[in-house]
């Protein structure tokens, strides 16, 4: 029993004493330059289609991109996406468009997505993160939130 308790004993110790990846990772502010390794002209492939994200550069308190899926050599949908500064912090909104650019959303409504945090490889939004993988590619993962409630994680991995 003493054998078993000092094993047990030093497994706890051990395993809470290793650093969390997250309590490692030093969070920066929310401020755009800290998040311009996102621009860039990325393409990917999602949603059975192939996908294009095109971010511009931190300019005039904003980031801006253009996204559009296309499925079968047609356009399914845009979108138009900001990061724009806040206050003291960071949001992104967009609006989605039909390939006939008619909007999904009513003229006034956004998708929200307030930051949560930013790392120096990763950008996390709720219900959005970006993730560096290096300087030539990226991954974005999307909450997508289904009609009976549950909630699924896209990935797009993305390459310039």
Same mark, same amino acid.
């Given at each position: ?15 809470? /004493? ?25 393409? /990917?492939e999602a949603f059975g289609g192939i996908t294009e994200e095109n ?5 005039? /308190? ?64 709720? /219900?959005?993160?970006f993730e560096k993988v290096n300087d030539n590619e990226m991954n ?14 896209i990935k797009f991995n993305y390459t310039k």
């Amino acid at each position: 029993m003493k054998h078993f308790l000092a094993i047990a004993i030093t497994a706890v110790t051990f395993f809470y /004493g290793l650093p969390c990846k997250a309590q490692t990772e030093k969070t920066l502010e929310p401020k755009l330059e800290n998040i311009a390794w996102i621009s860039g002209n990325w393409k /990917g492939e999602a949603f059975g289609g192939i996908t294009e994200e095109n971010w511009s550069e931190p300019s005039g /308190g904003s980031m801006m991109a253009t996204f559009k899926l296309i499925h079968n050599n047609n356009v399914s949908f845009y979108e138009i996406e900001i990061i724009r500064q806040l206050e003291n912090t960071l949001i992104l909104q967009l609006k989605h468009f039909h390939n006939d650019l008619k909007g999904w959303e009513t003229k006034d409504e956004t998708v929200d997505f307030p930051l949560k945090y930013i790392t120096k490889n990763k950008v996390v939004f709720e /219900g959005m993160t970006f993730e560096k993988v290096n300087d030539n590619e990226m991954n974005v993962f999307v909450d997508m939130h289904e009609k009976d409630g549950t909630v699924n994680t896209i990935k797009f991995n993305y390459t310039k």
